[in-house]
């Protein structure tokens, strides 16, 4: 079993959609959480951290449960420029590791 | 700022032949990562060091694959010899002492082993 994992969609969800994305972590050390995006033929960047209380960047909004070990991810009034794969990470301390989930990919359309 | 800076961007080679890969961490940084993505596994982290110290090589998938980091600032990630199963991105990323929130992505090398 993956240490964490994604539903790889593909996501094809109508311009101005709400859109959500979980992601499965099976490390109980991972002491921090992120979600990454990552456009075609691109590198990963850090789209926002994600707090237990959860938090809230604009139109995205992060969840982690601990006791679920989940991570979510939502997306409201989705642009066509969200389209993207959306990578759920967690990062374990002491050893200074990344472990990145396999993507989600969304399109977002007209 | 410079980012983390990779080379070659793009190599085509034979199997059998060696490739190196190559990449200049952003200064300041003193974490390095080396992650391979395909479609068919994702992001594979395959070795990563701490002040120039290799700390976990355990994704390193075989002896064909080495990494060195000579110093604080540059790294290599050789493969001798290539096969074509090895044809894939090969990102290397950096962090900040203490900052292992937020890693630093390179473009990548693109990789193909024909």
């Known amino acids: 079993r993956k240490e964490v994992e994604q539903d790889p969609g593909p996501f094809n969800v109508p311009e101005g959609a709400t859109v959500a994305f979980n992601c499965t972590y099976s490390n109980s050390a991972s002491q921090s959480f992120f979600w990454y995006r990552q456009d075609c033929r691109k590198e990963p960047k850090l789209l926002m951290s994600?707090?237990?209380s959860g938090n809230e960047d604009g139109r995205f909004t992060a969840q982690l449960n601990r006791a679920s070990q989940y991570i979510s991810l939502l997306i409201r009034d989705s642009k066509l420029s969200d389209s993207a794969t959306y990578l759920c990470?967690?990062?374990?301390?002491?050893?200074?590791?990344?472990?990145f989930g396999t993507g989600t990919q969304l399109k977002v359309e007209l | 700022d410079a980012g983390v800076i990779q080379s070659p961007r793009h190599e085509v080679t034979e199997m059998g032949q060696e490739v190196t890969l190559r990449c200049k961490l952003i200064s300041g940084h003193n974490s390095l990562f080396w992650y391979r993505q395909t479609m068919m596994r994702g992001l594979e982290l395959l070795i990563y060091?701490?002040?120039?110290?290799?700390?976990?090589d355990s994704g390193m998938p075989e002896d064909r694959f080495s990494a060195k980091m000579p110093n604080a600032s540059f790294s290599t990630l050789k493969i001798q010899p290539s096969e074509p199963r090895d044809s894939a991105v090969y990102f290397c990323?950096?962090?900040?002492?203490?900052?292992?929130?937020?890693?630093?992505f390179g473009e990548g090398s693109w990789l193909t082993v024909v």
């Open positions: 994600v707090y237990s």
């Open positions: 990470v967690g990062f374990t301390g002491g050893g200074n590791k990344l472990t």
């Open positions: 990323a950096s962090t900040l002492p203490n900052g292992g929130n937020t890693i630093y």
């Open positions: 060091f701490n002040n120039n110290v290799p700390i976990d």
